[in-house]
């Protein structure tokens, strides 16, 4: 992960030391063999202390392959999320609209810059 990135969807920020430390530890549970578990550890000097989630997934019995997409993309992400609506981030560093017609973004919470 290089910088700069964000926590969590939520936009909150890492350090920007680029010294974060992701452990992670996946495996199956001892007494189900239909659960997997995957722990998540995260390091960071924006963090009080570390931040920890186990997360748990249950195997489907289908007969066929189950395919399906990660929605996860920090990295070079370039859609920003004010409210319900999703925007886009240009080369220039501007807003645009994602969709047609799409309504301006409410901006009178964010500081204006002196550029």
Known sequence: MKGPR????????LH??????????????KTN???????????????????????TFRRENAGQPIWWHEDVCSENN??????????????????MPAKKDQPPPDL???KKSGK
Request: hydrophobic share 35%; proline share 6%; glycine share 6%.
């Open 16 to 29: 920007p030391d680029n010294q974060s430390v992701i452990r992670e530890r996946i495996y199956l549970d």
């Open 33 to 55: 063999p239909n659960l997997l578990h995957d722990d998540i550890t995260t390091i960071d000097h924006a963090l009080t202390r570390p931040w920890t989630v186990t997360k």
């Open 78 to 95: 370039v859609h920003v999320v004010i409210g319900e609506e999703v925007y886009y981030l240009s080369g220039d560093g501007l807003l």
């Open 108 to 110: 009178r919470y964010f």
């Open 6 to 13: 964000a926590y969590e969807a939520t936009g909150i920020p």
